[in-house]
């Protein structure tokens, strides 16, 4: 059965330990490989290969690390579909999901860092001519970069991108649940001629090697997307140690429709911002809320929608969604259907686990879910599922679609859909959330900031914000 390795000082190599766990195929609920169970031993080799690589690395010219990575992406784009494959497998994605969104979002993280880094720029003033300043930017030292499992390569390259570029060398972790992508990736690394010890991959478990990046006292910056238990006690380490800290943490975003939308493309949005990559995105609108005027047919229809909604082999060229990361996680989002009922809620449409025939017979499979009935306060509508399933609450003023959207301890992203101009700019001014759509999802532009308010995370990346981070601001005053 495949090995997947760590990556250190630019070789592919075994666990210290020479332990491995098992990593599965959602799809089918099988052990297709084994993973690298690392310790803190192996963290610590990452780190002095990224300590020693580091002075080379921060002080190439721009122009040649950009010429590296910028080959790394190529070949990314060059294995689109042996990667979109594996990060199916891995997560139990569709593969055309991942062909379309994943893999190409992963190389164009790349491809933006390596030529934004190309253009960032510092500022020089002069003080009433009494002195002039100037502000440089040096690169922070050795980043640690922990990702998650529900966009594998497109989180690991959003967060490695910009370190790399910025000069940092990198101790990366992938999520432990779906390791194959970042893998693969290492072996792109080495064909693309990035030197040892820039980036170090090291795979196992959370609690042993992400603890272990994060306490490292030479790994200086930690940029984290994942779940908002983990981030706190990831920022409970890495705070009392004056580490630079991203923190990219979950969401319970809010999808508001008004009775003036566009119907039509309202519905057909709010199908994918609900159900896409499995409801497992972090900015997916799983609360949805609609104008009372609208809100029976807007039930009735998305509902219908849902019911159609093709669940199976995520393979097959005709699936919609395919299985859920892992059997604990798919638990984890079945019991949110049983407490929704015990909360008084009504379900419209699924909540069940589905199982499908033949070799997907063992998949963590699901219904797509639609929920009524329910209060903003209620568990339901307050924490993170993170799977096929949405709330439908309705509303009767613009005040009230507010007072519910900012109901929660979460504010990554809001959707609003409304033909009224003036008002999409209110609400979008009054919705508590880092990132608003209007009448859109999921439409990115790699420059703008990226991040949550509230429990949904602490600073933000994306354009020159990531590079910032990546960097440290030094100012110096010469007296004229
Ligand atoms: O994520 P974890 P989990 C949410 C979602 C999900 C919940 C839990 O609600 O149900 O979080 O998911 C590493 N120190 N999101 O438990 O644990 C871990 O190995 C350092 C939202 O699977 O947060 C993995 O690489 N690192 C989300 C990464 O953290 C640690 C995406 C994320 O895993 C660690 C995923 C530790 N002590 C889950 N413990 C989003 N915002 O997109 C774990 N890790």
Not at 89 to 110: H, M, Q, T, Y
Not at 159 to 180: D, F, N, Q, R
Not at 245 to 256: D, V
Not at 457 to 465: C, L, T
Request: net charge negative; proline share 4%; with cysteine.
């Amino acid at each position: 059965m495949q090995k997947i390795l760590n990556y250190i000082n630019g070789k592919l190599v075994e666990p210290l330990s020479g332990k491995y766990l098992d990593n599965y195929d959602p799809s089918r609920g099988i052990v297709y490989s084994h993973i690298a169970d690392s310790e803190k031993e192996d963290v610590e080799a990452a780190a002095e290969a990224a300590i020693r690589a580091f002075p080379s690395w921060s002080q190439m010219a721009t122009e040649d690390r950009m010429k590296i990575l910028l080959r790394l992406a190529d070949l990314i784009d060059h294995d689109l579909d042996k990667l979109a494959l594996a990060e199916s497998i891995d997560n139990g994605k569709p593969v055309k999901l991942a062909r379309s969104l994943d893999i190409p979002r992963a190389s164009a993280n790349i491809r933006f860092y390596a030529t934004a880094a190309m253009h960032f720029a510092t500022d020089a003033h002069v003080n009433d001519g009494d002195s002039v300043n100037y502000t440089t930017r040096m690169p922070v030292g050795v980043a640690g970069c922990i990702s998650p499992w529900n966009l594998p390569l497109y989180l690991f390259t959003w967060k490695i991108a910009p370190a790399l570029a910025a000069g940092c060398t990198v101790v990366a972790k992938p999520s432990e649940l779906t390791p194959m992508t970042a893998f693969l990736f290492s072996q792109l690394c080495i064909e693309a001629g990035l030197p040892a010890g820039v980036l170090n991959i090291v795979h196992g478990l959370g609690n042993k090697v992400g603890q272990a990046i994060v306490e490292h006292p030479q790994i200086t910056a930690i940029s984290f997307t994942g779940g908002t238990v983990t981030g706190r006690k990831i920022a409970a380490t890495a705070a009392p140690m004056f580490k630079k800290l991203s923190l990219e943490l979950g969401g319970k975003n809010p999808n508001i429709i008004f009775d003036d939308c566009d119907f039509e493309l309202a519905m057909k949005t709010s199908i994918r911002s609900s159900f896409a990559n499995q409801g497992e995105i972090c900015l997916c609108g799983s609360r949805i809320l609609v104008e009372r005027s609208l809100y029976k047919k807007f039930v009735e229809e998305f509902v219908k929608l849902t019911g159609e909604l093709r669940v199976g082999d995520p393979a097959a060229e005709g699936t919609d969604l395919g299985a859920l990361v892992s059997e604990a996680h798919l638990q984890k989002v079945l019991s949110y259907a049983a407490l929704a009922k015990e909360e008084g809620g009504q379900i419209l449409t699924g909540g069940n686990r589905i199982v499908l025939n033949g070799e997907f017979s063992a998949g963590y499979y699901m219904e797509p879910t639609v929920i009524v009935g329910l209060d903003e306060k209620c568990r339901t509508n307050q924490e993170e599922i993170f799977g096929p399933v949405v709330t439908i609450m309705p509303f009767d003023t613009e005040e009230e679609a507010l007072r519910l959207a900012n109901s929660t301890g979460y504010g990554l992203s809001a959707t609003i859909w409304t033909e009224n101009l003036k008002r999409a700019h209110r609400v979008a001014h009054q919705v508590k959330s880092g990132i608003i759509w209007v009448n859109c999802w999921l439409h990115r532009d790699l420059r703008t900031p990226f991040g949550g308010m509230k429990q949904s995370g602490v600073g933000r990346e994306g354009g020159w914000e990531a590079l910032r981070f990546f960097t440290e601001a030094k100012n110096v005053c010469v007296k004229l």
